[in-house]
């Protein structure tokens, strides 16, 4: 028995060993695992794969202690899975072709766009600050003051949740009131597949090839991954011991938020307070989901055998909440229409004071309460460009004066856990807004530089046509190009937050403008000296 085990084993190896290799065909994708393949001896075919197929099923009905040559002549190597595919150099011509278009009709117009609306908006929030800071009233008290269009700050008052919350996913999570916000959070361990590609350039003719590693890791997702769409299925199936559970985090706000005796807070400033707690004393020991029990342990309940060391298919839940307490409101007073006789809260926004700042008292905080209930659609209404038959080319600008307009206007409208001084919470809006400047410019830039370096591709396509020295001839000047795009890229977008500058701080903008002109006089006379 052991010889005739021993010979099938060494007849499988001799016949399915040889098959294995890699294969690469023009324009499409392969995997480099090739299993099935014909066999050559000395140049010549002499056999099909399917005698090695026959010689695998045979080793596989040896017993369980022939499993790993089994599975190696199945085609599952220890070495990660990889693709490789080929692009001929017209291909790659016309690609950088499109990559032209893209880069001067798409990327660079929005680059342009979101710098300009950015540093626009950005102007508009720092003169809110200033503003803010002169006009802001300290109201010690919430039921000391409820004159409308006044800008407040208010630090003593409860923030209480009146409607009854229950988690949807999680029944048990529930509260009839005291509750301002509940989150819970599903996570499975999981396979996940990420993907390494390495790009190499044929030394004749122009073309490259892309190849592909797939890599394999376990750990905690919040997403469900399909392990069927996986390059390499075998051994990475997923699953979940809990069944029809939706991972993810989600949150809920308590509709109906009273701050201290006649004023309501808007979902807005409500969504803003995370001073979170766990939810394990609603709850308890014990959490259920579809008949399946889960066991609280330390901040998760936990579905598995073994948290310290987790098997693919554990869950875990954490479970949180924002009980009634203390809070901070910065923002705009003004009536309630939802409840007669109470206040509530608008954002702070930039209106138009008159000549000189002539506007003020009443007057004021009417137009305070007017801007201050515009929802995003009006103000991108009052942003948008319109140029009649020409608004296509304002597309761009439309485009990232919508999505300013809904996700981030120009305002001040912040709550705080807790109490918070009036300076400290200037700060923090402040910080916010820092972040916000910067982040978006960050991203103006790089759009801008992405899509400048596009209209460079066909060069550096071209350049790859030349025989043996073409890619390191396009490596080299790819460098020049990337150099010279990030300094043209960084003078235009300086040159664009100037402008943008000019309108609403004019001596913010004119250094700015100083920056960029000592910068084009630095490089002018940098690269005579070159010469």
């Known amino acids: 028995m052991l010889f005739y085990r021993s010979l099938l084993v060494i007849s499988a190896l001799h016949f399915g060993c040889s098959d294995r290799g890699q294969s690469l065909v023009q324009g499409k994708t392969v995997v480099s695992q090739s299993t099935d393949k014909s066999v050559h001896e000395h140049g010549k075919s002499v056999r099909r794969a399917s005698r090695s197929s026959t010689e695998a099923t045979a080793v596989l009905q040896v017993g369980k202690d022939d499993m790993e040559v089994a599975a190696f002549l199945g085609g599952r190597s220890a070495q990660p899975a990889q693709t490789a595919q080929y692009k001929n150099w017209f291909s790659r011509l016309g690609d950088s072709i499109t990559s032209v278009l893209v880069g001067l009709f798409i990327m660079i117009p929005f680059s342009m766009a979101l710098l300009y609306g950015n540093?626009?908006?950005?102007?508009?929030?720092?003169?809110?600050?200033?503003?803010?800071?002169?006009?802001?009233?300290?109201?010690?008290?919430?039921?000391?003051?409820?004159?409308?269009?006044?800008?407040?700050?208010?630090?003593?008052?409860?923030?209480?949740g009146l409607d009854p919350m229950t988690d949807k996913r999680f029944p048990a999570m529930h509260m009839d009131k005291g509750c301002l916000r509940m989150k819970s959070s599903a996570e499975a361990y999981q396979w996940a597949e990420t993907e390494k590609k390495e790009t190499k350039k044929d030394r004749v003719g122009g073309g490259e090839t892309t190849y592909t590693k797939y890599e394999y890791s376990m750990g905690w997702h919040d997403t469900l991954k399909d392990s069927n769409s996986f390059n390499e299925k075998y051994g990475h199936e997923n699953h979940i011991l809990v069944p029809e559970l939706e991972l993810g985090t989600k949150m809920i706000d308590n509709s109906t938020v009273k701050y201290g005796e006649h004023h309501y807070l808007p979902e807005d400033l409500v969504s803003q307070l995370g001073n979170w707690q766990d939810a394990s004393e609603l709850v308890g020991a014990s959490l259920s989901h579809h008949n399946v029990k889960l066991h609280k342990l330390q901040d998760y309940y936990y579905c598995g055998s073994n948290p310290d060391s987790p098997q693919v298919g554990d869950v875990r839940v954490k479970l949180e909440f924002v009980r009634d307490g203390p809070a901070t409101v910065l923002a705009l007073q003004a009536e309630d229409p939802n409840h007669q006789g109470s206040s509530t809260f608008l954002p702070y926004r930039v209106v138009s004071r008159g000549l000189c700042g002539g506007i003020s008292g009443e007057e004021l905080g009417q137009r305070l309460v007017?801007?201050?209930?515009?929802?995003?659609?009006?103000?991108?209404?009052?942003?948008?460009?319109d140029s009649g038959i020409f608004c296509c080319l304002c597309a761009c600008c439309n485009l990232v004066a919508v999505c300013f307009a809904n996700l981030a206007p120009p305002q001040i409208f912040a709550a705080f856990p807790g109490k918070v001084s009036?300076?400290?919470?200037?700060e923090n809006v402040k910080g916010v807004g820092m972040a916000m400047k910067w982040g978006f410019r960050l991203l103006g830039w790089l759009l801008l530089y992405s899509g400048t370096y596009m209209l460079f591709q066909p060069l550096l396509v071209v350049l790859d046509i030349i025989p043996f020295l073409g890619p390191y001839i396009s490596g080299g000047v790819s460098w020049v190009v990337g150099l010279v795009v990030f300094l043209f890229t960084a003078i235009l977008a300086m040159l664009v937050v100037s402008v943008a500058y000019l309108r609403f701080h004019p001596l913010t903008g004119f250094c700015y403008l100083a920056v960029v002109v000592a910068a084009v006089g630095a490089i002018t006379i940098l690269s005579g000296t070159v010469k």
Do not use: W
Request: charged share 40%.
């Open 119 to 160: 540093e626009q908006r950005n102007a508009r929030q720092e003169s809110l600050f200033i503003l803010g800071e002169k006009e802001v009233n300290a109201v010690t008290s919430p039921e000391a003051s409820k004159e409308d269009g006044c800008f407040v700050h208010m630090d003593s008052g409860d923030a209480k």
């Open 370 to 385: 007017v801007e201050g209930r515009k929802d995003g659609q009006q103000l991108y209404d009052e942003d948008k460009c």
């Open 422 to 426: 009036k300076e400290q919470a200037f």
